[in-house]
């Protein structure tokens, strides 16, 4: 629903498809999705720069980064977070329709929502990468220190902790930095993306 009036979409003459062609690649949305400490920056980071190495034109929407700007006036509440994730979604919309390979690294801790991010796209432009990781894991690294805050008492509402997170149930893609490395994560993902045609042999 929008609250707004009066309102009409314009169209361009030049279309996604136009666009495509001028890169030479698809285009679509690289959601990474996973627990605090799973390896989601690091490894969208290094796939990143892998892909411009190789010629394709990116953007990287990274959870910390959106939160100092477009989404600076949301909190964690539940619907701050639901809110957090369909704007992120709407903007991955645009980055698909401008021709890039958007990747998208975000907890998105409920499946409801990266569905709705799913459906604003079309058919084989979501790519759900599961960055899989145990609890441990994450809390063994914790490179921004939430964990120590949350067993403190200082953080509440944690995702993994106290706070749910539901896993995709048929990702697209699997990595599991509990066994592989950054580099063996972001060849898996490559691979994937030769394989399905988004990217040339």
Known sequence: MTKSENIKWHYSKVTKEHRRQLNNHKSAVLWFTGMSGSGKSTISVELEKELYHAGIRTIRLDGDNIRHGLNKNLGFSLEDRKENIRRIGEVSKLMVEAGLITLAAFISPYRKDRDEV????????????????????????????????????????????????????????????????????????????????????
């Open 118 to 201: 799913r459906d604003l796209l079309e058919e084989g432009e979501f790519i759900e990468v599961f960055v899989d990781a145990s609890i441990e894991t994450c809390e063994s690294r914790d490179p921004k220190g939430l964990y120590k805050k949350v067993r403190q008492g200082e953080i509440k509402e944690f995702t993994g902790i106290d706070a749910p997170y539901e896993a995709p149930v048929d990702p697209a893609v699997t990595v599991d930095t509990n066994k592989q490395n950054i580099e063996e994560s972001v060849r898996t993902i490559m691979t994937y993306l030769k394989r399905k045609g988004y990217l040339s042999q």
